[in-house]
């Protein structure tokens, strides 16, 4: 899967656009803080699985949903359309504008008709079109794109929007933000009145009684919806909900999740055009708000996308933004780089079926997989299975480039996996540097993005470690290296088998162990993967061990979930869930082996220690508090970071294949680190190890790195 060289250049500008990153820093600023407050008192796992079950039982049945929304939508007057794609919704649009020789259109914020272009396809028919959302009529002023779901103009600053004001308007404007408002205010008023159409999207349809759900904070959707004489509705098919409970479940997180708010100013419940009754009693359509309303569904992929059984999930998106605003990814460059209309990596899984595979081979390579927004979703969405679902399909469609598939067989054959890096490592001294790491040479640093990487140890792990270590011991636990531990930091390796031994444990290490297969998985290799999960079963299938410890998340969570899941449907799945079963990570193992562990010298440490908790660890595994626990039991000082949980930004191959965005979202940690006046930064992944420390010494802090087990083997005797 590769990049294009046009799509390598909009992240280069967007990472040195300084007007672009202040006002992603404003914006992360504002909405952490926002969540953090309106999350309070909040059941939000109770909430998003009551969400996430009226998805799971609506998605599926969209023709039976949509067949009942229309019955009900015609009994109150409303007219409903289907459209294939955008040209036929713009062409609905345009007859219905003709029907009533209207001419300007008032449209309050819908990502959907940004998803079919629908302002350019009317305004070539010769209709004027205003956006009032104020995000929105920046942006239509600007000439640009929605940058995000629900805040479209959050690439720009207070002082960019003041200065497009003053142009555009012809009067200076100050770039205070309650100035620029009223100035929007008055600016759109006129248009309100004058129009002859209003267009909405919608965030929810109710199929129970043909009622359309908008929800919106500024007031200008009421206006749309109820000003002019004609509303026109467009929304797809996946907005189907049965009930106006199932709208209710929406509507406790969609704020929440969107703005940080507890609910928005304006919830409007639409169901057919305005009525009355005051005259005997008898119904006549059209009273103070719109004569009309006509409903367009759109599919545009969507139903196709709701029979794939691995992609379907996408379509439970709310469109909150929520990953948007805390994807490391999304802070560093913004939406503008993912070059579609969706952002992120939910956008990548849309576009797919919107646009098509290959719209979307761009965006997928802009993921790190770190799962923040699968942690943040309101329905439980696991967009990084998908994002690795898609680039499979990819590289079944396209193939890999040449120098990929060279390193993927690599670790796809465990002894030349051996060989090469026994050949690399005797090859390495004239590139290092005194402390082991490489020398700053052209190819090298442009490939690490100028951090501080070491080379190959000088004794692998699988050199230094017997066979087993107090075999006759119980319980008895196997050691799964993981490529880094075994042949970068094998002093991991090292206190990892020491700790265990220490607490009577019998350690034994297969030394033909191999890869987990994480690069090939992201790589969307996932026949090398197979491969490899079959090999480990087969080594650690062989050894009577209660646990299979690892000293990498990613190795762990490659052997609990990923091995069983990509061998369904295999003979070797038992054999796989058998070996998962067993699969712990080292402060797990501690915590099981040593429940009621204190230190043995019960001394505190003078050392101040900030830990990191790796994605995979945290939102995978769910032991982040484990190591912690046992850092602080055994006497270690905790010092708060901010924004602990956060990616340092390695994501094994990304580290390469996005060396620019890695080295930003490595900034924003090491920044954190200092504030913490920590001497020293505990960790559970060698490659947060080896990301965090290059930046370190690059910055020419003195602050050590370590593995958790590094500090914990010296309190064990």
């Known amino acids: 899967?590769?990049?294009?060289?046009?799509?390598?250049?909009?992240?280069?500008?967007?990472?040195?656009?300084?007007?672009?990153?202040t006002a992603l820093a404003r914006a992360a600023r504002s909405y952490k803080l926002a969540r953090e407050q309106c999350m309070r008192n909040f059941d939000f796992e109770r909430a998003r699985a009551q969400?996430?079950?009226?998805?799971?039982?609506?998605?599926?049945?969209?023709?039976r949903l949509f067949s009942r929304f229309k019955e009900e939508a015609a009994e109150v007057g409303a007219a409903i359309y289907e459209a294939n794609d955008g040209s036929d919704a713009a062409q609905i649009v345009a007859r219905i504008a003709?029907?009533?020789?209207?001419?300007l259109i008032v449209k309050s914020k819908s990502m959907l008709t940004e998803e079919i272009c629908l302002n350019d396809k009317l305004i070539n028919r010769g209709l004027s079109v205003v956006e009032t959302d104020l995000g929105e009529w920046i942006i239509q002023l600007a000439g640009e794109k929605p940058s995000h779901f629900t805040m479209p103009a959050m690439h720009k600053t207070r002082e960019q929007v003041a200065e497009l004001f003053s142009r555009v308007l012809g009067e200076p404007v100050s770039a205070d933000i309650p100035t620029l408002v009223k100035v929007a205010r008055r600016a759109l008023r006129r248009a309100f009145l004058d129009a002859d159409i209003g267009i909405s999207g919608a965030n929810i349809a109710i199929a129970e009684s043909g009622t359309v759900v908008i929800v919106s904070n500024e007031g200008n959707a009421r206006l749309v919806t109820t000003l002019p004489p004609v509303h026109i509705v467009l929304v797809g098919y996946e907005k189907l909900v049965e009930t106006l409970d199932d709208a209710a479940c929406t509507l406790k997180l969609l704020a929440r999740c969107a703005t940080g708010q507890k609910q928005t100013a304006y919830v409007s419940l639409i169901t057919g055009p305005s009525r009355t009754t005051d005259i005997?009693?008898?119904?006549?359509?059209?009273?103070h708000g719109p004569t009309e309303v006509h409903i367009i569904f759109l599919d545009n992929g969507r139903m196709e996308m709701a029979a794939?059984?691995?992609?379907?999930?996408?379509?439970?998106?709310?469109?909150?933004?929520?990953?948007?605003?805390?994807?490391?990814?999304?802070?560093?460059?913004?939406g503008h780089v993912f070059s579609n209309t969706y952002m992120g990596g939910i956008g990548a899984v849309l576009t797919a079926y919107h646009e098509g595979l290959e719209a979307a081979e761009d965006t997928l390579s802009l993921c790190s997989g770190c799962g923040a927004c699968a942690e943040v979703c309101p329905v439980g969405i696991d967009v990084p299975r998908m994002i690795l679902e898609l680039r499979r399909r990819v590289v079944e469609k396209h193939g890999m480039a040449m120098p990929v598939r060279v390193g993927l067989s690599l670790i796809r054959h465990p002894h030349v996996l051996r060989g090469t890096t026994k050949l690399a490592r005797t090859l390495q001294p004239p590139f290092l540097q005194s402390d082991g790491t490489f020398r700053s040479l052209p190819v090298i640093s442009e490939l690490l993005a100028g951090k501080r990487f070491p080379g190959l140890a000088k004794s692998f792990l699988r050199e230094i470690l017997p066979d087993a270590q107090n075999e006759s011991s119980s319980p008895r636990v196997a050691l799964y290296a993981g490529c880094l531990i075994n042949f970068v930091y094998p002093e991991i390796g090292e206190a990892i088998s020491n700790t265990v031994t220490r607490l009577g444990a019998a350690l034994l290490f297969p030394v033909e162990q191999s890869c987990c297969g994480a690069p090939a998985l992201y790589l969307g290799d996932f026949g090398t993967v197979r491969k490899l999960a079959v090999d480990a079963i087969q080594v650690f299938g062989r050894l009577s061990v209660d646990y299979v410890v690892t000293g990498c998340p990613t190795c762990a969570a490659m052997l609990k979930y990923r091995f069983p899941n990509l061998l369904k449907n295999t003979h070797w799945y038992e054999r796989a869930l058998e070996l998962s079963r067993k699969v712990v990570d080292f402060c797990q193992l501690i915590s099981n082996?040593?429940?009621?562990?204190?230190?043995?010298?019960?001394?505190?440490?003078?050392?101040?220690?900030?830990?990191?908790?790796?994605?995979?660890?945290?939102?995978?595994?769910?032991t982040s508090e484990l190591s912690t626990g046992l850092l602080a039991a055994s006497g270690f000082s905790l010092v708060d970071m901010p924004d602990a949980?956060?990616?340092?930004?390695?994501?094994?191959?990304?580290?390469?294949?996005q060396p620019a965005i890695s080295a930003a979202i490595l900034d924003r940690k090491l920044d954190a680190i200092l504030v913490s006046s920590a001497d020293?930064?505990?960790?559970?992944?060698?490659?947060?190890?080896?990301?965090?420390?290059?930046?370190?010494?690059?910055?020419?802090?003195?602050?050590e790195v370590f593995h958790s087990a590094q500090l914990l083997v010296e309190r064990f005797y």
Do not use: W
Not at 280 to 287: A, D, H, R, Y
């Open 280 to 287: 005997e009693k008898t119904l006549t359509l059209g009273v």
């Open 645 to 657: 949980n956060e990616c340092c930004g390695f994501a094994g191959t990304y580290t390469l294949e």
């Open 51 to 63: 969400l996430r079950a009226v998805k799971e039982r609506c998605v599926p049945d969209l023709h």
């Open 308 to 334: 794939d059984s691995e992609l379907r999930e996408g379509l439970y998106c709310i469109k909150c933004g929520a990953c948007l605003n805390l994807c490391p990814v999304y802070n560093s460059v913004g």
């Open 593 to 622: 082996i040593a429940p009621s562990y204190v230190s043995a010298h019960d001394v505190e440490s003078s050392k101040k220690v900030a830990y990191h908790s790796p994605c995979h660890q945290r939102r995978t595994l769910k």
């Open 98 to 103: 003709q029907e009533h020789d209207a001419h």
């Open 1 to 21: 899967m590769s990049e294009s060289m046009s799509h390598r250049k909009r992240v280069h500008d967007a990472l040195l656009n300084p007007d672009l990153q």
């Open 680 to 703: 020293i930064v505990a960790t559970d992944c060698p490659g947060c190890i080896m990301q965090i420390r290059g930046g370190l010494a690059t910055r020419g802090s003195s602050i």
